[in-house]
């Protein structure tokens, strides 16, 4: 896999969210995502980033803009050192959640993304890697 | 015109320096082929004709060579094709060209293996031809060496474009597949039919939610009729997809009604514990057109008895 | 600096254009704007209109300020509508398993006076 563009996007505050969004969507367009993939990868670094900062106490972003030679995709991880996800099955399965919330992000994201793989450490933190290829090319 | 292939498959100098380098080509073995060029101009002619020879005996290779026009028109660039080897240079106009001669196979339907075969002969041939000239020890080594790697370098190129080729006509495929797997017809003003046949997958269903999205947004359609009878089995992973098309076309502000429900369909729903209050279902098509026409204020009548 | 959401009175109800990108910082502006916009309101019984075409993406919280909103303007004896959500947030909430059930919804501003009808 080639990296054609990488950034490094602190989550540390509300406003750094949008940012990291804008920045999945400016890619999703650079590698040419239909307006369905660009969609739900841009809203897939909404809720990550999200998770990282209400959840994991801020962290980072890595957006990336990569290929395989034959395919464009994104590849975007998330990096917290917080308490790390207490019941990943459950959080993965989607509707836990620990705060008032539907708790969809985690599991919504999985289902919008091609590649999905979490690492959670309790005390530790959580990494969350997402990969998403476009579609139908020329 | 269409995008260059080194511009499709984003092959830059970067991507040339590197792939000269695991292909051990430098300064010496260009200039080795820059050197042999007089010879093998001298050898073209006959090595080309003694090369179509070997792709006419055989059985595989001759399928594809059955018209003697193309023929000739092949053997024409095979000659500019083969001096090019021994030019001593190589850059993205170079690559384009190897590009190029492999996207064409592909479009002839020439597999790569008949491919790598044939730059085997072609090494043979020029082989013996370095052999004949009567240098030898390291000096020959060296000069084998340095054609073996560019013809090597060349099959890889080639091989990049097949597979790229072959994905693109994959996508394309797909893309057609995708219209034909879920045509939306406008029936009436504001009202679509979206006829579904065959087997549906996650891939086919997401593919159906977004022509029946795509449609409504377009046609500002109110209802959009999905018409399932043609559908082979609809099991519960099935039917979950429907719905979710169905939820996703009301968030637009449109109303889905399903049609061609068979009972074990019916059975499947009911099942899933699915709200039924906000489900439009009609056993026959004919029906849930006439009650798509009386959600957007139209009705069927009788013309004998007038309206 | 937080820019303000635009309200509008037409035909008797309340329009609210979400334009761009509704930022985390913007959504609960956009949620006090709307409640305070019905309250000042007061003595009409107009509906709501929320137009979202202006947003390109809708993630779980975004969603969910509006949903609240909804309910809330609901709650404040409103009826509320949603319009314009465009065809690929649709698709995207729904994958996510976020269905926004109990929110009614229009294709657009037009469609959605309609659903709305005369102001009692
Ligand atoms: N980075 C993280 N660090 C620690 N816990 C996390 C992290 N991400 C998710 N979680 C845990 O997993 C649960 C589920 O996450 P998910 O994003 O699905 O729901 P949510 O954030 O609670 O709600 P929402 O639907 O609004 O996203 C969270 O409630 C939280 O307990
Ligand atoms: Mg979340």
């Known amino acids: 896999m080639t990296v054609l563009v990488s950034e490094r996007l602190t989550i540390a505050v509300e406003g750094d969210v949008p940012v990291v969004r804008r920045r999945a969507r400016e890619l999703a367009q650079a590698a040419h995502f239909d307006a369905f993939a660009s969609a739900a990868i841009t809203t897939a670094a909404s809720e990550l980033s999200r998770n990282a900062l209400v959840h994991g106490g801020g962290g980072y972003a890595v957006v990336e803009h990569v290929s395989d030679g034959l395919r464009e995709g994104l590849r975007l991880v998330f990096v917290d050192e917080g308490p790390g996800i207490l019941d990943i099955d459950r959080a993965l399965r989607g509707g836990y959640s620990t705060g008032r919330s539907l708790g969809l992000g985690l599991s919504g994201s999985r289902r919008l993304v091609d590649e999905f793989h979490v690492e959670t450490s309790l005390g530790k933190g959580t990494r969350v890697e997402v990969v998403k290829w476009a579609r139908f090319r020329r | ?307 | 600096m937080t820019p303000t959401i635009p309200i509008l009175r037409v035909r008797g109800h309340l329009l609210v254009s979400v334009q761009g990108e509704l930022g985390d910082d913007v959504v609960e502006q956009f949620q006090n704007d709307v409640l305070s916009a019905i309250e000042r309101d007061r003595g009409r019984d107009g509906g709501l209109l929320v137009d979202i075409s202006g947003l390109e993406v809708v993630d779980t919280y975004v969603a969910r300020v509006l949903a609240d909103t909804a309910a809330m303007a609901r709650l404040m004896g409103r009826h509320t509508v949603v319009c314009g959500m465009r065809p690929e947030v649709a698709a995207t909430l729904v994958q996510m398993g976020y269905m926004l059930d109990g929110v009614e919804t229009a294709l657009d501003v037009d469609d959605g006076l309609d659903r709305l009808g005369l102001p009692r």
């Open chain 2, 1 to 307: 015109m269409d995008p260059s292939l080194t511009e499709v498959l984003q092959f830059d100098e970067h991507q040339l320096r590197t792939r000269l380098a695991f292909f051990r080509i430098g300064e010496e073995e260009l200039d080795r082929l820059a050197a042999m060029r007089p010879l093998m101009e001298e050898a073209t002619a006959q090595i080309v004709s003694l090369f179509y020879e070997h792709l006419l005996s055989q059985p595989e290779t001759r399928d594809f060579l059955d018209d003697p026009v193309l023929v000739d028109r092949l053997q024409a660039k095979q000659t500019a094709y083969f001096l090019q080897l021994f030019e001593g240079r190589v850059d993205l106009a170079y690559v384009e060209n190897r590009f190029r001669v492999g996207a064409a196979h592909e479009r002839l339907g020439v597999p790569p293996r008949w491919y790598i075969g044939a730059f085997d002969r072609y090494l043979g041939l020029v082989r013996e031809r370095l052999i004949g000239r009567g240098v030898a020890g390291a000096e020959l080594v060296a000069d084998l060496a340095a054609v073996e790697r560019i013809m090597h370098f060349d099959a890889a190129l080639a091989i990049d474009a097949y597979v790229a080729g072959h994905l693109a006509t994959h996508a394309r495929n797909q893309a057609a597949l995708r219209e034909l797997a879920s045509p939306v017809i406008r029936v009436h003003d504001r009202v679509l039919l979206l006829p579904l046949v065959g087997t549906i997958d996650s891939f086919r269903a997401q593919q159906v939610m977004e022509s029946a999205l795509l449609g409504v947004s377009e046609e500002q359609a109110r209802v959009l009729i999905l018409d399932i009878a043609g559908v082979a089995v609809v099991d519960t992973q099935v039917a979950d997809h429907l719905l979710k098309t169905t939820a996703a076309l009301r968030l637009l502000g449109a109303k889905t009604i399903l049609t061609g429900i068979s009972p074990q369909v019916a059975r499947t729903i009911v099942e899933l514990g699915v709200d039924l209050k906000t489900l439009h279902t009609r056993n026959k098509l004919s029906d849930g057109l006439e009650l798509a026409l009386s959600l957007v204020g139209r009705e069927i009548t009788d013309k004998e008895r007038g309206s």
